[in-house]
Nanobody, 121 residues
Framework: QVQVVESGGGLVQPGGSLRLSCAAS????????MAWFRQAPGKDRELVAR????????DYADSVKGRFTISRNDAKNTVYLQMNGLKPEDTAVYYC??????????????WGQGTQVTVAS
């Protein structure tokens, strides 16, 4: 069983910064990606940023490009989301997702419990 644990959310003023962390633990055969999604009240969950484990490329939602940076620690199966220049519209619950394989054939697709990010003055 794989556990996904997020941390780092909170309340910040517009223009401020936060850093989210997500650690995956358990028996993981192979990681395809680790990603951050977010869901605001009344809206669908959307992809914010992800890192493809091999070859290490990254993708970002247009709304966060230039402000958010995703990075990883391979040894700890951990990803970070550095969020700068935060805006009120970034307010949401942020979820970490890991996809890959538990064994050669068993697919892994797990979510964390979510961490609240609130941007308000």
């Amino acid at each position: 069983q794989v556990q996904v644990v997020e941390s780092g959310g909170g309340l910040v003023q517009p223009g401020g910064s936060l850093r989210l962390s997500c650690a995956a633990s358990g028996n993981i055969f192979n990681i395809v990606h680790m990603a951050w999604f977010r869901q605001a009240p009344g809206k669908d969950r959307e992809l914010v940023a992800r890192v493809l484990w091999h070859p290490g490329s990254t993708d970002y939602a247009d709304s966060v490009k230039g402000r958010f940076t995703i990075s990883r620690n391979d040894a700890k199966n951990t990803v970070y989301l550095q969020m700068n220049g935060l805006k009120p519209e970034d307010t949401a619950v942020y979820y970490c997702n890991i996809r890959g394989y538990l064994t050669e054939f068993e697919v892994l697709d797990s979510w964390g419990q979510g961490t609240q990010v609130t941007v308000a003055s």
